[in-house]
Structures are given as structure tokens and as C-alpha cells.
């Protein structure tokens, strides 16, 4: 056992290494080029959607064996449709402006300095993600741009697709003549891969995951490296008393189940008591096919809802489930959403823009909706063409992580001549 460990530490560390050999060559590579590796990888993609499928077919398989539920499975699949819309947000990102380089401020001083503070690569950034395959082409591509290396750790029941998605990533850059263990896939499946890449903080500069609360937690606990952390969806969505009953329930059908596997899903419902005899009845209708758990309030307007109980209120489902909180008004709103949510995504539907003004103001989480649903809470929806996942804590990044979120800063002194004093 001792020595499979080592193994694999030394394993982790060769990745490591040539990751931060790769990222040398990068954090120097003009645009075009970097924008020549992500097309060239976006054209990889669509050559090789057959072999990316017939991988994922093998996942799919292998999780439904498993016993994983219909939520995971909608994660886990690829499809032609799916598959174009991954090589299609990589090509976005080409698209997108060089965040590298940037001037972010510039001052001169008044003994002749001049001091510019611009944006640089982050380093090598390690994802460590669950079910969800184009996170591999999402993660690469937004590295590639921002100059970084990237390590990529996907969950057992994904492998076979991100392998074959990797492969495509990393074809792009030898046709750009760019380093290809820029982009890396930790292969090895056994668990303790993971614990030695959030400790490999010689080579290692950032560790994201993307993934539920037991990975996140994990990665918390064990980093020695930083990290960015995105924590579970609980997103809630408050229908206010002067909300338009038609917009609400449109609102928050699609924000429960659009994609109920998607961590901007909304997975509880606050009403205000006002309008509860007339909104909940309308989305009980509304959605047939979702389970709604309500408190006491909101069982006796439908004989539909089942009694939540109090783990309901901090759940996110990721599934065709819905939890349903009757308030007094939007301070109770407020103060319930406080209480409950991760920090990810809430909103409130409502005509009154001064409600809504505070409403925007007072919950704090990494991004907050007036009138729409939370489903937009996506780096693409935002104009990022893709994310790395949505931060939840507060430093460095919050909310979506696109490609301005990748990079850090250093300062550039320009003088002639001067000492000091």
C-alpha cells in the first residue's frame, strides 16, 4: 500500500512538473497563437465526436449499472447536440479578449516612476471535477487563454469522455505549436490521486473543484495549495407580492427544470403570504412532473405538496424536487434565504423595483436576480463564453470564473536612473 501511495505522489508531481515547464512557454505565448490552438481544438472536437460519443456510451453504461440517478446520468451524457456546443464555447473563448497583459492601472510618480499594474497568468491551476465532461474542454480552453497549465482530475464515471475530450484539447496545441502538457489528465483512477495534487503546492498554484459538497469539502480540508471553492447550489427564487403571476410561474418553471442537474437550478420557492392562495396553486399546475415539499401554509393550498422537513430547506435535489416556504413579507424572505442558501444563486420576481433594489442589496451571494432565472447564472449567459465554475467565497474570484478570474496581477517599475533617499 505504502508503495502504490508513493507511486502515485511521485506520479502527481512528474504531472506537476511538466505542467509548470509547459506553463513557462505559455504565459509567453502571443494571442493568435493561443487562439490557434483553441480553433484547432474546437475542430478536433467535431472530427472526433464519434470516438468522444462511443467513450461516453462506455460511461453511461457503467453509471447506469451503477445505480445513478436520472439527474447524474443528464450530467454525464453526451450527445451530437452536446458535443457541438462544447467545441462551440471553446471557439467563444478564442473570441474573447487576451485577459493577459492588461493594463489594470498605471500611475506616475512624482520622482519620474512610472508604475503599471498588469494582469499575468496564475501559474498551474489543478480541476478537480465529478460527472460533468465539458468541464474538461470548458477548463482547458479558459486556461489556454489566460496562459495557465491546467491538471485535470475527472470523476470514475466520466472517464472514457473526458479522456477522449482531453485528447482533442491537446491536439490543438501541437497544431498551434504550443505545449501540450499544458493540458494534462491525471489517469489514474484511485482516490488518493486526488489528496496528493491539492498537496502538490511546489508545482501547483490553484486548486479549483467542481463538484458536490463531499468534494468540495474534501478539497477544503486537505488543500495545502489555495483554492477556489464553489460550494452546492441551494438557489432560491422569492415570488414577491407584486410579482406578475404569469412571469413567476414562467420564471420559475424554467428555473427549477430546464436542467435540474445544473448547480444554478432553483431548489426552493419562497412565497409571500399575500399571494401564496393564488401562486401556489398556479405552480402545482404548472409543473406536474416535480415534487414540491412545503411547509404546513403551503400543504394546505394543495393537496398535491408533501411536508418538507427541515433538511429540505438547505437541499439542493439536483433533481425534479422542489421545496416551497410560505413568509411574511419580504424581510422574512430575505432573512429565510440568509439561513439557507449556499451563496450561489437567488431571486426575486417582482414589479416593485424598490423591493427589488433591496432586495439585490441585502442577500449576499455570489450572484443575485431580479425578474429571470437563476438558470443564467452560467460564465456563458454572462459573455464569459464559458466558466471554471461559480466561486462562492469571496476572495480573489466570486461567481462565475471565466477568463479574467484566471489571472493575477504584478506590478512593472519603469525608471531612469532614480535611487532612493
Known amino acids: 500500500m505504502t508503495n502504490l501511495n508513493n507511486e502515485i505522489k511521485s506520479y502527481i508531481h512528474g504531472l506537476g512538473a511538466q505542467a509548470r515547464s509547459a506553463n513557462r512557454v505559455l504565459a509567453l505565448a502571443n494571442t493568435e497563437d493561443k487562439n490557434l490552438a483553441l480553433r484547432a481544438a474546437a475542430a478536433s472536437l467535431r472530427q472526433n465526436i464519434l470516438k468522444i460519443m462511443a467513450g461516453n456510451a462506455d460511461d453511461l453504461q457503467r453509471a447506469k449499472e451503477n445505480g445513478k440517478p436520472d439527474a447524474f446520468l443528464d450530467r454525464l451524457m453526451l450527445n451530437e447536440e452536446r458535443v457541438e456546443a462544447i467545441a462551440t464555447a471553446v471557439e467563444s473563448i478564442a473570441d474573447l479578449p487576451d485577459p493577459v ?15 503599471e499594474k498588469v ?13 460533468r465532461p465539458n468541464v474538461a474542454a470548458d477548463a482547458s480552453a479558459l486556461c489556454i487563454k489566460s496562459g495557465n497549465a491546467v491538471i485535470l482530475r475527472g470523476g470514475s464515471d466520466g ?4 479522456a477522449a475530450i482531453v485528447e482533442c484539447m491537446r491536439a490543438g496545441m501541437l497544431a498551434a505549436g504550443l505545449p501540450e502538457d499544458a493540458i494534462q489528465l491525471v489517469e489514474t483512477l484511485d482516490r488518493s490521486a486526488v489528496k496528493h495534487l491539492l498537496q502538490c503546492s511546489e508545482f501547483i498554484d490553484l486548486v479549483i473543484p467542481r463538484g458536490g459538497r463531499g468534494l ?4 477544503r480540508d486537505e488543500a495545502r495549495v489555495p483554492t477556489l471553492l464553489h460550494l452546492d447550489g441551494n438557489c432560491h427564487t422569492y415570488i414577491h407580492k407584486d410579482a406578475d403571476p404569469a412571469k413567476a410561474i414562467q420564471v420559475v418553471k424554467n428555473a427549477k427544470l430546464r ?35 412545503g411547509d404546513q401554509e403551503a400543504c394546505d393550498l394543495s393537496p398535491a405538496i408533501v411536508a418538507a422537513n427541515e433538511d429540505d430547506w438547505s437541499t439542493e435535489y439536483l433533481d425534479a424536487i422542489l421545496s416551497l416556504k410560505v413568509v411574511e413579507g419580504s424581510d422574512e424572505a430575505v432573512e429565510f434565504i440568509r439561513q439557507h442558501s449556499s451563496g450561489h444563486t437567488d ?15 441585502s442577500v449576499d451571494s ?9 438558470q443564467f447564472s452560467d460564465g456563458g449567459e454572462f459573455g464569459m463564453g464559458a466558466e471554471i465554475g461559480i466561486a462562492t467565497g469571496k476572495m ?13 496581477f504584478k506590478y512593472l517599475v519603469h525608471g531612469d536612473g532614480q535611487v532612493r533617499a
Open 119 to 131: 494582469a499575468v497568468p496564475l501559474g498551474v491551476i489543478g480541476m478537480i471535477f465529478e460527472s
Open 366 to 374: 455570489a450572484v443575485v436576480m431580479h425578474n429571470t432565472s437563476t
Open 216 to 219: 468540495v469539502e474534501l478539497v
Open 347 to 361: 431571486a426575486i420576481i417582482t414589479e416593485d423595483k424598490t423591493v427589488a433594489k433591496t432586495f439585490l442589496a
Open 259 to 293: 436542467r435540474t442537474g445544473i448547480c444554478g437550478a432553483t431548489e426552493s420557492v419562497v412565497v409571500d403570504r399575500d399571494v401564496a392562495a393564488q401562486i401556489v396553486p398556479l405552480l402545482v399546475d404548472a409543473m406536474p412532473e416535480c415534487e414540491i415539499r
Open 101 to 115: 497583459g492588461r493594463q489594470l492601472s498605471s500611475v506616475d510618480r512624482p520622482n519620474g516612476l512610472k508604475i
Open 396 to 408: 480573489h474570484a466570486r461567481g462565475p470564473v471565466g477568463l479574467e478570474q484566471l489571472t493575477s
Open 159 to 162: 472517464a472514457k469522455s473526458v
